[in-house]
């Protein structure tokens, strides 16, 4: 099993955008729930600490395997989610590693 981890900021002029543009992030990445062949968990999380070098969004997400992780980088429904929200995420980092021993 593979961990795929990413954290983004959002863009956002006021608290109210921000806010809106953290609901379409989670929005979209629920939608790919049952879509991806080898996606076995995908959660998202909102920052509740408030701390300025905290990331706004985190997506946590669980795939069978590396080669599931590879097609759903490319798979359609990610790139049409990636793609309308390209102007939203304005900060990305991310983490892949394998779980040993898992489920």
Same mark, same amino acid.
């Given at each position: ?8 900021? #959002?863009?956002?002029?006021? +608290? ?7 609901? =379409?992030?989670? /929005? *979209?990445?629920? *939608? ?5 062949p080898g996606l076995l968990h995908l959660e998202i *999380? $909102?920052? +509740?600490?408030? #701390?300025? &070098? +905290?990331?706004?969004? $985190?997506?946590? %997400?669980?795939?069978? %395997?590396? +080669?599931?992780?590879?097609? &759903?980088?490319? @798979? !359609?429904? @990610?790139?049409? #989610? ?5 102007? $939203? =995420?304005?900060?990305? @980092? /991310?983490?892949? &590693? !394998?779980? /040993? *021993?898992? =489920?």
């Amino acid at each position: 099993m593979i961990r795929h981890i990413v954290m983004w900021n #959002v863009a956002g002029a006021t +608290a109210w955008e921000k806010d809106r543009n953290i609901e =379409r992030v989670r /929005q *979209g990445f629920h *939608g790919l729930r049952g879509r991806i062949p080898g996606l076995l968990h995908l959660e998202i *999380g $909102v920052d +509740a600490s408030g #701390v300025d &070098y +905290a990331c706004d969004v $985190v997506l946590y %997400s669980e795939f069978e %395997s590396q +080669a599931a992780l590879d097609a &759903y980088a490319h @798979h !359609p429904e @990610h790139l049409r #989610v990636r793609d309308e929200l390209a102007g $939203v =995420r304005i900060a990305r @980092h /991310q983490v892949d &590693y !394998p779980v /040993q *021993g898992a =489920r």
